[in-house]
């Protein structure tokens, strides 16, 4: 924190350092309602996050290709305020969603692609299904 003195008063102002990195991992969890995605540095230290709701989509409009595209345009504009030399993106993909396809596209249109991984959990036979209704 930095203080700032204006005018008799002293603020503290919360000062903007900027990483620099050459490799981000994204992380997209596609929902049925909505698109939620998470840029990290290889640590896994979230630098920015942007979903479909919250860039204004509301109801049914959250769970479409296009809000998703617009989530991750607006992640990469606030990735560009906090990392500098970003050059390679590898891409996790997580969830049936519709917004899966359409925000990677978008992440591959700004930055080189390096991985697209799906890590979607599957079912090893979990557990017992209910037993069938007698009428």
Known sequence: ?????????????????????????????ASYGNTIITATDPYGNVLAFASAGGCGYRGARKSTPHAAAHAAEVLLEKLMNVVSGAKE???????????????????????????????????????????????
Do not use: Q, W
């Open 89 to 135: 993106a590898s891409i996790f993909v997580n969830g049936p969603g519709p917004g899966r396809e359409s925000a990677a596209r978008t992440i591959g249109s700004k930055l080189k692609v390096k991985l697209i991984s799906d890590v979607t959990g599957l079912p090893h036979n979990g557990c017992r299904k209910k037993k069938k209704r007698k009428v």
């Open 1 to 29: 924190m930095a203080r700032v003195k204006t005018s008799g008063t002293t603020k503290s102002v919360k000062k903007i350092v900027k990483k620099t990195l050459t490799d981000i991992l994204f992380y997209i969890k």
